[in-house]
């Protein structure tokens, strides 16, 4: 495992990932006992998912899953301000899924610092020698 002398870009993307996604489960968890919606089995994909990303990203240093982790994120944040002017609500989320989106967005942020970069881009080279 590649978890020492990682690059301070993504101890810090790790943070802001699992942030943004303890308030996924946590807005899944509130919906669940106040009888709204919920995603049931999807959540286990979710966290599958989840789990595999970061791992192929913090651990792995897969450049193509860090780009992966960008496009989702940007979807997800395309998603949601199409899903307000539908609505025509602000309202229509929980604060939670917002605090989600902003920490996901934090994280992908990370990914696009200087040693971020240079440590995925490393990971890919030493792969093609």
């Known amino acids: 495992m590649m978890l020492k002398n990682r690059p301070q870009s993504i101890i810090w993307f790790e943070r802001a990932f699992w942030f943004s996604f303890a308030a996924v489960l946590f807005d899944e968890v509130v919906a669940l006992f106040s009888g709204g919606?919920?995603?049931?089995?999807?959540i286990f994909f979710e966290i599958a998912i989840t789990v595999l990303l970061w791992h192929l990203i913090a651990?792995?240093?897969?450049?193509w899953a860090r780009w992966l982790y960008i496009v989702l994120t940007t979807l997800s944040v395309v998603m949601t301000i199409l899903a307000m002017i539908q609505d025509k609500s602000f309202f229509v989320h929980t604060p939670w899924s917002f605090v989600s989106i902003l920490a996901g967005v934090i994280a992908a942020g990370f990914l696009f610092?200087?040693?971020?970069?240079?440590?995925?881009?490393?990971s890919d080279s030493k792969e093609q020698s």
């Open 113 to 122: 610092r200087i040693d971020a970069i240079l440590w995925c881009a490393q």
């Open 59 to 63: 651990v792995k240093a897969k450049d």
């Open 37 to 42: 919606p919920t995603l049931g089995l999807s």
